[in-house]
């Protein structure tokens, strides 16, 4: 099972994108679901987290106020909309599925990368 991440591009700063997780074969409802990115030459930062059993919702400090992280179950489609972006926020990202909220939380805090199942990223690009 592989997640995928869809929806970056170039952007300019101040703008906004929503990105878009899905999973053919999963039911991403019964499933955590975390956003994590990659910028350049750095390591992996976890971004959101929305659970699957409540909706509940955590933000890292860098985007809380910013971005917001929506499920839509009946399309098995987890989002992130992202507003007032800015070249710092130029990563790829990407989603992945747990059925720990807890742990996802947990990888979120600290970048980790072993959550149940990844999916391939989408680039987001800042830039004027």
């Known amino acids: 099972v592989q997640l995928q991440a869809s929806g970056g591009g170039l952007v300019q700063p101040g703008g906004s994108l929503v990105l878009s997780c899905t999973a053919p074969g999963l039911t991403l409802a019964d499933y955590a679901i975390g956003w994590f990115r990659q910028a350049p030459g750095k390591g992996r930062e976890g971004v959101a987290g929305?659970?699957?059993?409540?909706?509940?919702?955590y933000y890292a400090d860098s985007v809380k106020g910013r971005f917001t992280i929506t499920r839509d179950n009946a399309k098995n489609t987890v989002y992130l909309q992202m507003n007032s972006l800015s070249p710092e926020d130029t990563a790829v990202y990407y989603c992945?599925?747990?059925?720990?909220?807890?742990?996802?939380?947990?990888?979120?805090?600290?970048?980790?990368?072993?959550?149940?199942?990844w999916g391939r990223g989408t680039l987001v690009t800042v830039s004027s």
């Open positions: 992945a599925a747990d059925p720990s909220w807890v742990k996802t939380v947990g990888h979120i805090l600290t970048g980790q990368d072993g959550l149940l199942y």
């Open positions: 929305i659970s699957g059993s409540d909706g509940r919702t």
